[in-house]
């Protein structure tokens, strides 16, 4: 499909052009010595514009599939001692008013400063989903799920929190997705 449209579709359209423009004149489009000429040049360019557009598409597409997301840190306050612990070890994000609750595997629930939006672009999306506007769950925290009214989800978990884990019906279906991809 990119040969069809990057590069034939749009030759076609120039050798048109082209030979419209000659016609217009009175001359030859071969006789010009268009297609030794001017014409390599053109295939040359966009071969070189579809190699861009290419490199750009595994860029963005491919790559971010490859790279193995290492664990980030994330520093908050357990009492007053300031702990960092690595983002693999996290369970549970909870935000309840303007602080961010952690829950981790090794130690009970501390709290940071990181803003959730930030908390979550250093979270392995394979790993950690952004169940509302509050929660962020760690994928082997989830025992269960049930249905609930207008199309949320009420999710069962390992780890007790203050408030219910419940999929807002917007992500409902993109939780759906989530869950089934491993």
Same mark, same amino acid.
């Given at each position: 499909?990119?040969?069809?449209?990057?590069?034939?579709? +749009? #030759?076609?359209?120039?050798?048109?052009?082209?030979? #419209?423009?000659f016609?217009?004149?009175?001359?030859?489009?071969v006789?010009?010595?268009?297609?030794?000429?001017?014409? +390599?040049?053109?295939?040359?360019? #966009?071969?070189?514009?579809?190699?861009?557009?290419?490199?750009?598409?595994?860029?963005?597409?491919l790559?971010?599939?490859?790279?193995?997301?290492?664990?980030?840190p994330?520093?908050?306050?357990?009492?007053?001692?300031?702990?960092?612990i690595?983002?693999?070890?996290l369970?549970?994000?909870?935000q309840?008013?303007?602080?961010?609750?952690?829950?981790?595997?090794?130690?009970?629930?501390?709290?940071?400063?990181?803003?959730?939006g930030?908390?979550?672009?250093?979270?392995? +999306?394979?790993?950690?989903?952004?169940?509302?506007?509050?929660?962020?769950?760690n994928?082997?925290?989830?025992?269960?799920?049930? +249905?609930?009214?207008?199309?949320?989800?009420?999710?069962?978990?390992?780890?007790? #929190?203050?408030?219910?884990?419940?999929?807002?019906?917007?992500?409902?279906?993109e939780?759906?997705k989530?869950?089934?991809?491993?």
């Amino acid at each position: 499909m990119q040969l069809l449209n990057g590069l034939l579709l +749009p #030759l076609l359209i120039i050798v048109l052009l082209a030979w #419209l423009y000659f016609y217009s004149y009175g001359v030859s489009i071969v006789e010009r010595g268009y297609f030794q000429k001017e014409f +390599p040049l053109i295939i040359a360019f #966009l071969a070189l514009l579809n190699g861009f557009y290419f490199v750009l598409h595994v860029k963005r597409e491919l790559l971010p599939v490859l790279v193995i997301n290492k664990p980030f840190p994330i520093s908050g306050y357990f009492g007053r001692e300031r702990v960092v612990i690595n983002s693999d070890l996290l369970l549970a994000v909870h935000q309840v008013g303007q602080v961010n609750w952690i829950y981790s595997k090794e130690r009970d629930a501390f709290h940071t400063n990181m803003k959730l939006g930030q908390v979550e672009k250093n979270l392995d +999306p394979r790993q950690f989903f952004k169940v509302n506007r509050q929660q962020i769950i760690n994928r082997d925290t989830i025992i269960s799920y049930e +249905p609930q009214a207008f199309g949320k989800l009420s999710l069962k978990t390992n780890i007790q #929190l203050e408030a219910p884990m419940i999929v807002s019906k917007g992500r409902a279906s993109e939780f759906m997705k989530w869950l089934a991809m491993i």
